[in-house]
C-alpha cells in the first residue's frame, strides 16, 4: 500500500499539470480521442530516446552525470535533450500536423503537452522506482518522498514547459505565412535548450559542492525564468486564437448580412 501511495505521487504532478493545460484550453477543447491519442502517442518518446541515447553510446559517446563538467554537459545535452525533445517533435509532427481539431496556436500547445507530460510521468516512475530500491535495500527511509516532492516542483513541471515552448512554435509553424521552418526549428532548439540547460545545472549540483550555492541559484533562476515564459506563451496562444475566432465571427456576420440584403 505505501508502495502505491509513493507511485500515485510520481504520477500526480503530471496529472495535475494535464488538468490546468486543459483548464486553460476549456472555451474551445479538444476532444476526448485526440487527447487521448496524443497521451497515447507520448509513450512513444521513450523507446525512442532510448534507441538514439544507445545509438550515440555505439558511436563512442559516454554519459557521466557525476563526472566532469563537460560530463555533465554533454550528458544533458547529447543524453537527454537532444533525443527526448526530438522524440517529443517527430510524434507531434507525424500525428498532428493536419489532423482536423489542429485549428489554433493553443492547439499545439494542448498536443505537446500531452505528449511531454506522458514521457514525464513515466521518467517520475522509473525515478520513484530507483528510490523505492534505495529504501529497500540501503535503508534510506525518506529516499520516496523527497524524490517524490523535488521532481513534482522541479522536473515534471520543467518538462511542461519544454512542451509548451514546442507546442507554441509548432503552432508558429503550422499557420504562419512568413518563416514556417524557422518556426519548426525553433519548436525543437527552443525546448532543447531548455532542457539541456535545466539538466546541466542539476547535474552540476551534484559535482560541485564548492559551488553549490552559485550552481542552485542559477538553477532556480533558469527554472523561474522557464515557468515565467511558459506561462507568457499559453497566454500569448489564447490571445490569438481569441482575436482570430473574433474576426472570423464578425466575418461569417457580415457574410450572413450581405447574404440577406440580396
Known amino acids: 500500500m505505501e508502495e502505491l501511495f509513493y507511485y500515485v505521487l510520481a504520477l500526480l504532478p503530471a496529472v495535475v499539470l494535464l488538468a490546468f493545460i486543459l483548464w486553460r484550453d476549456r472555451l474551445r477543447p479538444e476532444p476526448a480521442k485526440e487527447l487521448i491519442l496524443a497521451c497515447v502517442m507520448g509513450l512513444l518518446t521513450v523507446p525512442f530516446a532510448m534507441c538514439l541515447t544507445r545509438l550515440f553510446e555505439n558511436m563512442g559517446v559516454t554519459f557521466d552525470p557525476y563526472g566532469t563538467t563537460s560530463d555533465c554537459l554533454k550528458t544533458a545535452f547529447v543524453g537527454a535533450a537532444i533525443p527526448e525533445e526530438l522524440g517529443k517533435l517527430l510524434i507531434l509532427w507525424l500525428f498532428f500536423r493536419w489532423r482536423r481539431h489542429q485549428d489554433e496556436v493553443m492547439d499545439g500547445i494542448v498536443y505537446a503537452v500531452c505528449i511531454g507530460l506522458v514521457f514525464a510521468a513515466y521518467e517520475n516512475v ?137
Not at 183 to 206: K, Q, T, W
Not at 237 to 244: S, T, Y
Request: glycine residues 6%; hydrophobic residues 55%.
Open 126 to 262: 522509473t525515478y520513484m522506482s530507483t528510490a523505492l530500491g534505495w529504501q529497500s535495500f540501503n535503508g534510506y527511509a525518506s529516499a520516496p518522498m523527497v524524490t517524490g516532492v523535488l521532481r513534482a516542483l522541479t522536473a515534471v513541471p520543467a518538462h511542461f514547459c519544454f512542451a509548451v515552448a514546442m507546442g507554441f512554435f509548432f503552432s508558429l509553424y503550422l499557420f504562419g505565412k512568413k518563416n514556417r521552418w524557422l518556426f519548426l526549428l525553433l519548436s525543437y532548439l527552443v525546448p532543447v535548450l531548455f532542457h539541456g540547460l535545466y539538466d546541466f545545472l542539476a547535474f552540476l549540483e551534484n559535482i560541485s559542492p564548492m559551488w553549490f550555492s552559485v550552481i542552485s541559484f542559477l538553477f532556480f533562476f533558469v527554472f523561474f525564468a522557464m515557468n515565467n515564459l511558459c506561462i507568457k506563451l499559453i497566454r500569448t496562444a489564447i490571445q490569438v486564437d481569441d482575436r482570430a475566432y473574433e474576426l472570423a465571427a464578425k466575418k461569417n456576420a457580415a457574410d450572413r448580412e450581405g447574404e440577406s440584403g440580396l
